[in-house]
């Protein structure tokens, strides 16, 4: 059984950065890729956009357009965890933050963190 566990958000002003980590139980974690997802409320579960994504290795992450230069995501195989690094915050970045892995045709989704970017 894989299961996710996003923390890491809160409450943060505009220009602040915050760190999401997403822990992973179960030994496929790093055999898999992994992607960090948000969801802006009101926005259904199906539109939910892919903000960053990293493979097995942690080479090669893809960004969406709208957060490079300012986010990084990475992980750490051997802690079973993955992170967004969030900088340069801005109110349009405010959602729930999803962990997944995708894994032999499933795909696993954590509860998710809120973020919120106001003054």
């Known amino acids: 059984q894989v299961r996710l566990v996003e923390s890491g958000g809160g409450l943060v002003q505009p220009g602040g950065s915050l760190r999401l980590s997403c822990a992973a139980s179960?030994?496929?974690?790093?055999?898999?890729?992994m992607a960090w997802y948000r969801q802006v409320l009101g926005k259904e579960r199906e539109e939910r956009e892919l903000?960053?994504?990293?493979?097995?290795?942690?080479?090669?992450?893809v960004y969406a357009d709208s957060v490079k230069g300012r986010f990084t995501i990475s992980r750490d195989n051997a802690k079973n965890t993955m992170y967004l690094q969030m900088n340069n915050l801005e109110p349009e970045d405010t959602a729930v933050y999803y962990c997944?892995?995708?894994?032999?045709?499933?795909?696993?989704w954590g509860k998710g963190t809120q973020v919120t970017v106001s003054s």
């Open positions: 903000v960053a994504r990293i493979s097995s290795g942690g080479l090669v992450p």
């Open positions: 997944n892995m995708p894994n032999q045709g499933v795909n696993y």
């Open positions: 179960g030994s496929i974690f790093s055999i898999n890729p």
